[in-house]
């Protein structure tokens, strides 16, 4: 087991499991809402998205599809390089049904505007997006979430999928980094 260098009293939550938890449930009440009746492909993004998509998909209450495919534009800093790459693909054709991204997080927009892009061409029904943090005041590029769960600010966040250096995905809450704290992380991965 590898421990992280630092301890959960010492980090700042931002965003408690009882807040998140919450969110998630009423976020999963919008989507059913606008999807009943209609078959819906959820495709979460890993590597970060794979606990909120987890507990999204209990709260919907009809049949759905899942999927996961793999982008990064990240190593181990804490700044978007630009650069997405596509590293894991559908594993069935997404053409004539209605999809859902699910992201944990919304940052520079930039995955979300090429996988939008992407998508697009395979020739679904439709593409919506459902992310549960979005930091408004990073985006470089126009980005349009349909179920956006909450807005938070220009922090370095783990927990809840979200990780520094591999480190606190497992953490049940939302936390904020700082500088020192990323930095003893990534020094501690290597
Ligand atoms: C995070 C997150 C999004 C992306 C958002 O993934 O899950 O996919 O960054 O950033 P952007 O809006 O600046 O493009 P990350 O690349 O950290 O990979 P991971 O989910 O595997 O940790």
Known sequence: MTMAPIAVEDLEILLPEKDIQAEVKALAGRVASAYE????LLVGVLKGA???LADLVRHIPFNVDVDFIKVSSYGN???SSGEV???MDFSHSIQGKDVLIV???????LTLKYLKKNLLTRKPASVRVCALLDKPERHQTDVEIDYRGFEIPDRFVVGYGLDCAGFFRNLPSVAALTPEQSSALVQARR
């Open 37 to 40: 009746g209609r078959p819906l």
């Open 50 to 52: 794979w606990v909120f």
């Open 77 to 79: 800093a804490t700044d």
């Open 85 to 87: 790459k596509f590293e």
């Open 103 to 109: 992201e944990d997080i919304v940052d520079s927009g």
